[in-house]
C-alpha cells in the first residue's frame, strides 16, 4: 500500500489531531447537589490552576474520526514530556498505522516508513489535506480547559468542570471525567463542528 493512502484525508486529521492528552483511569464524575454559580466559579479556578500544573502525561485510549463520507476508529498512545510528544497510531489487530513526534520547532508523520514535516501540525495537515483544523487546541480541550488566545463559552457542571466548551466555531462536549492519584481529567470527550466529529475514550491515564 502507498504513502499517498497512508496520508490521505481521514488518516492524517486522524493522526495529527492528537498532540496533548493527558490523564487518569476513567470513572464517572458524581456533579453533586445544585451549588452557586459563584460556587461554580471558584471551584473551577482551583480546577484550572491544578490543571496547570500537569506537563507530562502518558495515556491510551480509542479515538473515531467521522468526517463526510468517511470514518475510522484507532487506538491511540500518548507520551508527553513538557514541549516534546510522541504518538503512536495502531490500526484493527494492533496493526501500526503511523506515528508522530514533534515539540515547538516542528512536528513529523510517519508511515509506511515516509516522513513528512512541517513547522507546526495546522500546516502540515493543511499542505497533505486542504483542511484546516485547530490541532493545537487539542492540547487544552483535552485537558479540560480552553486554548489561550481566543474568547470561550464555558458551561460548568457542580464540581466545576467543563460540561461544554465553544471556541472557534468548534464544540466541545465533556460526556465523562476520570479520577487518577492527583487530578480528575477527561475520560470521553466529542470536539465536533458541523458534520466533522471527533470522539475520545481514554483508556488509561498517568500522570
Same mark, same amino acid.
Given at each position: 500500500?502507498?504513502?499517498?493512502?497512508?496520508?490521505?484525508?481521514?488518516?492524517?486529521?486522524?493522526?495529527?489531531?492528537?498532540?496533548?492528552?493527558?490523564?487518569?483511569?476513567?470513572?464517572?464524575?458524581?456533579?453533586?447537589?445544585?451549588?452557586?454559580?459563584?460556587?461554580?466559579?471558584?471551584?473551577?479556578?482551583?480546577?484550572?490552576?491544578?490543571?496547570?500544573?500537569?506537563?507530562?502525561?502518558?495515556?491510551?485510549?480509542?479515538?473515531?474520526?467521522?468526517?463526510?463520507?468517511?470514518?475510522?476508529?484507532?487506538s491511540?498512545?500518548?507520551?508527553?514530556? $513538557?514541549?516534546?510528544?510522541?504518538?503512536? *497510531?495502531?490500526?484493527? /489487530?494492533? =496493526? +501500526?498505522?503511523?506515528s !508522530?513526534?514533534?515539540?515547538?520547532?516542528?512536528?513529523?508523520?510517519?508511515?509506511?516508513?515516509?516522513?513528512?514535516?512541517?513547522?507546526?501540525?495546522?500546516?502540515?495537515?493543511y499542505?497533505?489535506?486542504?483542511?484546516?483544523?485547530?490541532?493545537?487546541?487539542?492540547?487544552?480541550?483535552?485537558r479540560?480547559?480552553?486554548?489561550?488566545?481566543?474568547?470561550?463559552?464555558?458551561?460548568?457542571?457542580?464540581?466545576?468542570?467543563?460540561?461544554?466548551?465553544?471556541?472557534?466555531?468548534?464544540?466541545?462536549?465533556?460526556?465523562?471525567? $476520570?479520577?487518577?492519584?492527583?487530578?480528575? *481529567?477527561?475520560?470521553? /470527550?466529542? =470536539? +465536533?463542528?458541523?458534520? !466533522?466529529?471527533?470522539?475520545?475514550?481514554?483508556?488509561?491515564?498517568?500522570?
Amino acid at each position: 500500500m502507498g504513502v499517498d493512502k497512508y496520508f490521505s484525508g481521514l488518516r492524517i486529521l486522524l493522526v495529527l489531531s492528537f498532540l496533548i492528552l493527558s490523564g487518569c483511569a476513567s470513572r464517572t464524575v458524581d456533579s453533586g447537589s445544585q451549588v452557586s454559580d459563584e460556587e461554580k466559579e471558584q471551584r473551577w479556578q482551583r480546577h484550572q490552576e491544578r490543571l496547570g500544573q500537569i506537563k507530562s502525561w502518558e495515556m491510551t485510549g480509542r479515538l473515531n474520526m467521522r468526517v463526510p463520507g468517511q470514518s475510522g476508529t484507532m487506538s491511540l498512545d500518548w507520551r508527553q514530556r $513538557g514541549d516534546e510528544y510522541m504518538l503512536f *497510531l495502531d490500526g484493527p /489487530l494492533g =496493526v +501500526s498505522v503511523a506515528s !508522530v513526534s514533534g515539540n515547538r520547532q516542528g512536528v513529523s508523520v510517519t508511515a509506511s516508513d515516509e516522513t513528512r514535516y512541517g513547522p507546526s501540525p495546522e500546516m502540515l495537515l493543511y499542505s497533505l489535506t486542504g483542511w484546516q483544523f485547530p490541532v493545537s487546541n487539542l492540547r487544552y480541550w483535552i485537558r479540560g480547559l480552553p486554548a489561550p488566545g481566543s474568547n470561550a463559552l464555558i458551561q460548568l457542571n457542580n464540581l466545576g468542570y467543563p460540561e461544554k466548551i465553544e471556541q472557534q466555531g468548534w464544540m466541545v462536549v465533556y460526556q465523562k471525567y $476520570g479520577l487518577g492519584s492527583s487530578q480528575r *481529567l477527561p475520560a470521553q /470527550l466529542i =470536539v +465536533s463542528r458541523g458534520n !466533522v466529529q471527533l470522539s475520545l475514550v481514554i483508556n488509561n491515564w498517568q500522570l
